[in-house]
């Protein structure tokens, strides 16, 4: 658990009722970090980045039909844009003007579409093994499972109760963390009780709403905006990493002017819960080059 934490929620535009998180700084002028998660992930995949922000602002929020926050009426309205514009409505009813934003997985998506929309709400980005678009495409490298994919979601759909029924036995069990250990789908210096907690979320998922959300996150293309990003960008990857592999953040990086690079050596797609330490040193060095929200310096590498 993270502590502090305060759960909220708002009725947005159309309806829906989206679940955030917020943890109140140390005064009220503290400067604000926005933590953008993965696809399914929750607040509890940034257990460390919490920890490691004493003293600032952090807030958070679920995706539409996940965790806290609804589904939509429309099934169609839960695009990366539509993730966006929560987003853009949490920021003013917290009167949040500006933020670093903090993107892990599908949350590097957000954050560059937030770009493409509201760049002068962003003062810096810290992109966590994530893409700019078409996930589907950079999934072990490999075209074949670009087109495989679309056909294991349909199955997901079609046996959406027994997928679901599944989950609740398997997600977050030691089982299945030593499977993933084995294969190479996390690493050894894996925090299980961080990735317990994130997995259990899992049981609870509607796995309709999660594969329309994985279809609709594929379509999703902020490619294109990358050149125009101005605000301190610092990139952090996995060379493990199948999912987002490190040639996805490498083009990132090379298409950001003056972003950063970290390739963590045996990091794989959660290295937010892998090493921490590193995450939070680079976390850490972005805050420092961004006026006003470096409040610990002490605390950042030379």
Same mark, same amino acid.
């Given at each position: ?6 759960? =909220?929620? %708002? ?16 005064? @009220? ?29 952090? %807030?958070?929020?679920?995706? =539409? ?6 589904? +939509? ?23 949040? /003007? ?17 770009? =493409? ?74 925090? /299980? ?21 994985? /279809? ?59 090493? +921490? ?7 850490? =060095?972005?805050?420092?080059?961004? @006026? ?11």
């Amino acid at each position: 658990m993270v502590p502090g934490l305060v759960q =909220r929620h %708002l009725v947005v535009r159309d309806g829906t009722r989206i679940g955030y998180q917020v943890r109140p700084g140390a005064r @009220p002028d503290a400067p604000v970090v926005v933590l953008a998660n993965g696809l399914g992930g929750t607040f509890e995949a940034f257990r460390h980045i919490y920890a490691a922000l004493p003293g600032y602002r952090v %807030l958070c929020w679920d995706y =539409r039909g996940l965790y806290t926050s609804a589904a +939509p009426a429309d099934p169609a309205a839960n695009t990366v844009v539509h993730q966006v514009d929560d987003l853009v409505e949490i920021l003013g009813r917290e009167e949040v /003007e500006r933020a670093v934003f903090v993107g892990w997985s599908m949350g590097v998506q957000v954050v560059f579409e937030l770009w =493409r929309r509201h760049a002068a709400r962003m003062s810096g980005i810290l992109a966590i093994n994530g893409t700019s678009g078409r996930p589907f495409r950079t999934i072990l490298s490999s075209q074949l499972v670009e087109r495989v994919i679309p056909l294991l979601l349909r199955m997901v759909k079609a046996q959406a109760e027994l997928v679901g029924k599944a989950a609740g036995v398997v997600a977050g069990s030691d089982a299945l963390i030593a499977t993933m250990k084995r294969v190479g789908l996390v690493s050894s210096t894996l925090d /299980e009780d961080a990735f317990r907690d994130v997995a259990a979320g899992f049981r609870t998922i509607d796995w309709v709403i999660y594969s329309d959300l994985l /279809e609709r996150l594929n379509q999703h293309d902020a490619e294109d905006v990358l050149a125009s990003i101005t605000a301190p960008t610092a990139i952090v990857t996995g060379d493990r990493d199948v999912l987002t592999p490190p040639a996805t953040a490498e083009r990132i990086h090379r298409a950001i002017a003056g972003s950063r690079l970290h390739v963590i050596r045996g990091g794989t797609h959660y290295t937010p819960v892998e090493y +921490p330490a590193i995450v939070k040193d680079e976390l850490h =060095r972005l805050l420092a080059r961004i @006026p006003g929200w470096a409040l610990a310096p002490a605390r950042v590498s030379a």
